[in-house]
């Protein structure tokens, strides 16, 4: 899978990020402070993230900051994009199911690398809900 990552940082797990997506053998797509060569504040490294996986360039993403409150607000700006900000695995695993997310947003403060891995084995491992009811939910975001 292709998955783009950003960070506005390389502070906590910006970078751990970056090598445990690439040893679950995913491509990664770098923005922001981790790609050295672009704006790095959250606002920017998010969207350049979220419009990957809007523009098709990537299949998922992964937008970090201080908190990730501001990295998940950035990336659901863009139409298609349905970021979900994760402290634990079972919030990731649920945003999959039922909300058929597609970034996932990370705080790089509160992150440790033990959680970490357990979010992404989280997010990874889920899949969208076949319900009706769950996917009409989703459905009606593009409405709102």
């Given at each position: ?40 504040d ?101 409405d709102?």
């Open positions: 899978m292709r998955i783009s990552v950003a960070a506005d940082s390389l502070d906590g797990v910006a970078e751990r990020v970056v090598t445990a997506l690439r040893r679950r053998g995913h491509e990664v797509i770098r923005h922001g402070a981790l790609a050295g060569d672009e704006r790095d959250w606002a920017w490294a998010s969207e350049s993230a979220a419009r990957d996986v809007a523009e098709g360039r990537a299949d998922q993403a992964v937008v970090c900051c201080w908190t990730g409150t501001g990295a998940s607000i950035a990336a659901n700006k863009v139409p298609g994009v349905r970021a979900a900000l994760c402290a634990d695995a079972y919030t990731a695993g649920g945003a999959r199911k039922w909300n058929d997310a597609n970034v996932l947003a990370l705080s790089l403060r509160l992150t440790s690398d033990v959680v970490l891995d357990e979010i992404l084995d989280a997010w990874l491992e889920g899949a969208p809900s076949a319900d009706a009811s769950d996917r009409a939910n989703v459905a009606h975001l593009d709102i």
